[in-house]
């Protein structure tokens, strides 16, 4: 398959979108800039979630390690087309415009059986969720680390559908 210039510069484009214009009036760092981010991945809008990387950003979680922004997006567009996956904003520890951490809730549910899922077989309709601490570092207005641990798996449930 045949991909030309003009293909590869909309591609592009969409990899360095920008946070909106309400997002980039809010301070680096502070909680609301950080719910915008988490609304922007809980609707899979991947340009606008995107946009808070850094190029180059490093990402350590339960299920991968992942070097650049591209990586992530691709990483998550493939399990994003397997599961439901949403982030809900526990609490929040602000560090100033270079770092922060936040508690977060996870809520997986399987789409369809995934007996070689990251984390374990996950079998259609079954729902996991988990508490993590997610640790952040940013330089220019984007995450340039981040790191996340899973502190405790909550009871595993069948999904409501």
């Known amino acids: 398959m045949k991909t030309d210039r003009r293909t590869l510069m909309a591609?592009?484009?969409a990899a360095l979108a920008l946070p909106s214009l309400?997002?980039?009036r809010m301070n680096v760092g502070t909680r609301a800039w950080y719910e915008a981010y988490v609304a922007a991945f809980n609707a899979r809008d991947y340009p606008r979630f995107s946009a808070y990387y850094a190029p180059d950003v490093q990402f350590f979680g339960q299920a991968a390690t992942l070097q650049g922004a591209e990586a992530i997006v691709a990483f998550y567009r493939g399990v994003h087309a397997r599961i439901d996956?949403?982030?809900d904003?526990?609490?929040?520890?602000?560090g100033?415009?270079?770092?922060?951490?936040?508690?977060i809730r996870t809520t997986l549910v399987a789409r369809e059986d995934w007996p070689d899922f990251p984390?374990?077989?996950?079998?259609r309709g079954e729902q996991r969720q988990s508490i993590n601490?997610?640790?952040?570092?940013?330089?220019?207005?984007?995450?340039?680390?981040i790191r996340s641990a899973r502190f405790s798996p909550l009871p595993n449930r069948p999904s409501r559908g």
């Open 89 to 94: 904003v526990l609490s929040f520890v602000g």
């Open 133 to 145: 601490f997610a640790f952040y570092h940013l330089a220019d207005g984007r995450f340039t680390r």
């Open 119 to 123: 984390t374990g077989p996950f079998t």
């Open 96 to 103: 100033g415009p270079t770092r922060f951490m936040a508690e």
């Open 11 to 13: 591609g592009a484009g």
């Open 22 to 24: 309400a997002e980039a």
């Open 85 to 87: 996956e949403r982030v």
